[in-house]
C-alpha cells in the first residue's frame, strides 16, 4: 500500500527566504506526482505535475523535483511572500491497475510572515 | 480555473436521514472522483467514474453510492448519514487520454448531527 509522508508538518519564514518541502511515498512504481496548494476553507490547486520520467518541473517561484528510485520529492519556493502561506499537498498516482488513484500526504502548513 | 462547482456548498443533516452531493463540471473530462478531507486523514478517495455510467470504489465506500448519468455529473450520496461522515468533501476531475493531473472543486462541508 503506497504511503505519502510530507515533512515538516508546519514551517514558519520570514518573507524573502528561499525554502523546500518535502515529500517522500514508499512504492517507487508511480505515473506521475502532483503538487498542491490549499487555502483555508477552499479546495486544492493543482501547482505542478511531474511526469514518472520527468526529473523536476517548475513555474515561476516554484520547483518541483522527482527523485523515482529514492521515492522522494521536493518543492522549491524561492523568494517567498506571505501571500504563499497555505498548506502545501503533495499526491502520487500509481502505475499500472492503480493509476487511477492519488494518495495524498497530510500536507505542509507554511506561514510567512511579513 | 477548472469549471467545477460543487453543491450543496454547506450542509446540516440528522443522521439516519440520505444526504446527495452534487459536482458539476464544464470541462467534458472523463475522470470525476468524490473524496473527503478529515484532520489526521488528509484526503482519501470514496468512488471514482472512468465514463458515463462507469464508476468503481475507492478506499473509503463504505456507507456512500455514487452515479453518473451524464458527463458534467457525479453525484454522491449518503444513504442513511451518520456521524462519522461528517467532513469535507472534494470533488475533482482528469481530461484522461493520458492526461491525470487532478483538478478539484470548492468542496461541500457536510455535517451529520
Known amino acids: 500500500k503506497q504511503e505519502v509522508t510530507q515533512i515538516p508538518a508546519a514551517l514558519s519564514v520570514p518573507e524573502g527566504e528561499n525554502l523546500v518541502l518535502n515529500c517522500s511515498f514508499t512504492d517507487s512504481a508511480i505515473y506521475n506526482l502532483q503538487w498542491f496548494r490549499q487555502d483555508p476553507g477552499k479546495g486544492l490547486t493543482s501547482l505542478l505535475l511531474?511526469?514518472?520520467?520527468?526529473r523536476e518541473q517548475t513555474s515561476g517561484r516554484l520547483n518541483a523535483s522527482l527523485d523515482k528510485s529514492s521515492g522522494r520529492s521536493t518543492l522549491y519556493i524561492a523568494a517567498s511572500q506571505p501571500g504563499d502561506s497555505a498548506t502545501y499537498l503533495c499526491a502520487v498516482r500509481g502505475s499500472g491497475g492503480s493509476n487511477y488513484k492519488l494518495t495524498f500526504g497530510k500536507g505542509t502548513l507554511l506561514t510567512v510572515n511579513p | 480555473d477548472a469549471g467545477i462547482t460543487q453543491s450543496p456548498r454547506h450542509k446540516v443533516t440528522e443522521t439516519g436521514t440520505p444526504v446527495t452531493l452534487r459536482c458539476h463540471q464544464t470541462?467534458?473530462?472523463?475522470?470525476m472522483y468524490w473524496y473527503r478531507q478529515d484532520p489526521g486523514h488528509g484526503l482519501r478517495l470514496i468512488h471514482y467514474?472512468?465514463?458515463?455510467?462507469?464508476?468503481d470504489k475507492g478506499e473509503v465506500s463504505d456507507g456512500y453510492s455514487v452515479s453518473r448519468s451524464k458527463t458534467e455529473d457525479f453525484l454522491l450520496t449518503l444513504e442513511s448519514a451518520t456521524s462519522s461522515q461528517t467532513s469535507v468533501y472534494f470533488c475533482?476531475?482528469?481530461?484522461?487520454?493520458?492526461?491525470?493531473?487532478?483538478?478539484f472543486g470548492p468542496g461541500t462541508r457536510l455535517t451529520v448531527t
Open positions: 470541462e467534458n473530462h472523463r475522470y
Open positions: 475533482a476531475i482528469s481530461p484522461g487520454l493520458g492526461n491525470y493531473e487532478q483538478y
Open positions: 511531474i511526469q514518472s520520467s520527468q
Open positions: 467514474s472512468y465514463g458515463v455510467k462507469d464508476t
